[in-house]
C-alpha cells in the first residue's frame, strides 16, 4: 500500500505582516530621503563643474591643435562654449557649447570674467594672473542646498593652461583635493 500523505497547506503573506512590511519600509524612506535628496544635489555640482573643466581643457586642446588663440566663454549659470578668438577657415567661432539647463540648482561665478583665452601654446592668457598668486578660479556651487551640506567645488586655472578641479572645504594640503597647484 503507498503511504499517502496529506497534501500540506501553502502559506501566503497575512495582511498584518504586509501592513507592517510596508511601515517599515515607510519608516527607512522617510529617515534616507534627506540623505538622498542632498548627494542628489551634490551630484548636480560636481557635473556641472566636470564640464566646465573638460570645457576648459577642450579650449586648451584645440589652442594648441589649431595653433590659435582659443577663448572658452562662459553662458549664464552653468553653459559654456569653446570657438577661436579669431575666425579662420580652420578655426571656426564655435567649436563645441554646452546648454544651459534651467532645471540645474548650481551656480557658476568666476570674479567678472567670462571670457578665458588660451594661446596656441596652451598658455592662458586672459585673464592675466594676478601678481602674487598662481591661478584664477571659478567656482561651482549649489543654490538649493544648506552650505553645511553642499560639496561647492572650484576649478583652478593655471597662467601655464593647467586645470584642476578641488574642494574648497579641504584644508589637509596633502589631500589630492586640496584647492592648490
Known amino acids: 500500500m503507498l503511504n499517502r500523505r496529506k497534501p500540506s497547506r501553502t502559506r501566503g503573506v497575512t495582511l498584518i505582516e504586509l501592513v507592517i512590511a510596508i511601515a517599515v519600509l515607510a519608516i527607512l524612506m ?15 555640482t560636481r557635473s556641472t563643474a566636470s564640464s566646465v573643466l573638460s ?7 584645440e589652442a594648441i591643435r589649431n595653433n590659435a588663440r582659443v577663448q572658452f566663454q562662459l553662458a549664464g549659470t552653468n553653459g559654456w562654449s569653446v570657438g577661436c578668438a579669431t575666425v ?4 571656426p567661432a564655435v567649436i563645441q557649447s554646452k546648454a544651459t539647463s534651467s532645471k540645474t540648482p548650481v551656480d557658476v561665478t ?3 570674467v ?13 585673464p592675466a594672473i594676478a ?16 552650505a553645511a551640506d553642499s560639496r561647492n567645488l572650484r576649478i583652478l586655472i ?12 579641504v584644508t589637509d594640503n596633502t589631500d589630492l583635493r586640496f584647492c592648490q597647484i
Open 88 to 91: 579662420t577657415a580652420a578655426c
Open 158 to 169: 593655471t597662467s601655464g593652461g593647467l586645470t584642476k578641479m578641488c574642494d574648497p572645504k
Open 114 to 126: 567670462t571670457n578665458y583665452v588660451f594661446d596656441n601654446m596652451g598658455y592662458l592668457r586672459v
Open 55 to 61: 570645457g576648459l581643457q577642450l579650449a586648451r586642446q
Open 110 to 112: 568666476d570674479g567678472g
Open 30 to 44: 522617510a529617515v534616507g530621503m534627506p540623505s538622498f535628496s542632498t548627494w542628489i544635489q551634490n551630484t548636480k
Open 131 to 146: 601678481a602674487g598668486t598662481n591661478s584664477t578660479a571659478i567656482n561651482v556651487s549649489n543654490t538649493v542646498l544648506a
